[in-house]
């Protein structure tokens, strides 16, 4: 904190001041702070009911730290100290040495041991571990705010003095319902011998090549003079008879 301040402090040394207004409540004025070959212009207005210096470019406000704005116009009205109202608790040494507050904003009194604030750090790193967990997914984040808006009623009724017995036999859970899956692909149909074969490709006439008809209704199939069968008699033919 030393060395930020002290380099506000070396900065404000080439900035140029000029008074633009001044009345019975404020005075403004306009600071150029010349930084590496370029000129910045802001606005330092004291307010002189309150006693309060504040810079355009809210660098206390950011930083904590007075501005080299705010510095330069201290040392012009030759200001010694600087005002305590600008130097903030938390670069103190006696920061940590403050009173624990609930969220109420209400003093702890059981903070002289020591022991409230190990086990408000020690809950802190934990529920600090589980965010990080949960924020890798959708699911993680709704789970854990969930889990957060149950513990918060849970804890709100043992504040209230319910029995630890009476709180966990009050809470109700609802499990949603799962995520419909989506099979990929479908069944196929079941298909003919008639329609199958078609699929094989167009079927020829092995006697003629002809594709209208295959070899059972092939008209020189029916042509052909078929030859007795060896079971039948052959009838003898008699060339004598007219």
Known sequence: MFQKFEQELMQS????????????????????????????????????????????????EFIGILCCHALA??????????????????WKKTAKSGFVSDSNGNEIKDCENSSLLIKRSRMSILASDVIEHALMSEEGCELLSNN??????????????????????????????????????????????KEKGMERGIRHCQQCGQTSHDIR???????TPTSPSDNEESTPINLSDP
């Open 217 to 223: 209704r092939c008209p020189r199939m029916a042509n």
């Open 148 to 193: 957060l808006n149950d513990t918060r009623v849970t804890l709100k009724l043992l504040n209230d003095g319910v029995s630890p017995s009476k709180v966990g036999g009050s809470q109700t859970r609802y499990l949603k319902d799962p995520k419909r899956v989506t099979h990929k692909g479908s069944s196929k149909r079941v298909k003919g011998a």
């Open 73 to 90: 116009l201290l040392k012009r009205e030759q200001i010694e100290y600087l005002p305590n109202k600008y130097i903030l608790n938390r």
């Open 13 to 60: 040394l080439p900035c140029f001041m000029e008074l633009k207004m001044d009345d019975a409540s404020k005075a403004i004025y306009k600071v150029s702070e010349r930084k590496r070959g370029k000129t910045r212009v802001t606005e330092v207005v004291y307010d002189k009911y309150f006693d309060q210096w504040s810079c355009s470019c809210k660098g206390f």
